[in-house]
């Protein structure tokens, strides 16, 4: 189905072939879902054409549930070189799953590198040169340039926050 995609100048319509979401944007391109393809893809903002598409390990950009709750599959972040997308896989009892967080080029869609680690909701946040990825039992700082944890700390969700004993020296 069509997806229409608001930029500031003008509204355009792009066809994703199925249900799309919209994951992130900047002044380079747009990045759009389509989970029950598993793929995402970069629009241009200015002709709203695809740049590119790429596979992803999961359904980025859908909502799953997992045991008493629903989570987002995942979050994105762009910047000028790379995409940054999350997705969650469940396992087969609906209650866990893998969360996938992958760096894609964002000129090409190339894979660069990919990182996989047994949670769910896999919300995304930058800093510098790492990437640090939240799900319900773990925070993992990845390396952008490697995508190799660089740590992983164990979390407990008490259903409002995240709780931890994390000492961070920066």
Known sequence: SSTDVLTDENP????????????????????????????????SPD?????????????????????????????????TSSAYVSSVVADESGVSGTTTVES???????????YSFTDVLGKLTLDNDRLYALGDTNLVAIDIETGLAVWTEGIAYSGASWVSELNIQF
Do not use: E
């Open 12 to 43: 355009c319509v792009f066809d994703a072939g199925s249900t799309a979401s919209l994951l992130a944007g900047n002044n380079l391109l747009l990045l759009l879902a389509t989970p029950d393809t598993n793929q995402i893809h970069a629009i």
């Open 47 to 79: 002709t709203c054409d695809a740049i590119w598409t790429a596979r992803t390990a999961g359904a980025a950009g859908s909502t799953t549930a997992f045991g008493s709750y629903f989570a987002m599959d995942g979050t994105s972040l762009l910047t």
């Open 104 to 114: 894609f080029d964002v000129g090409t869609g190339k894979l660069r590198w990919s």
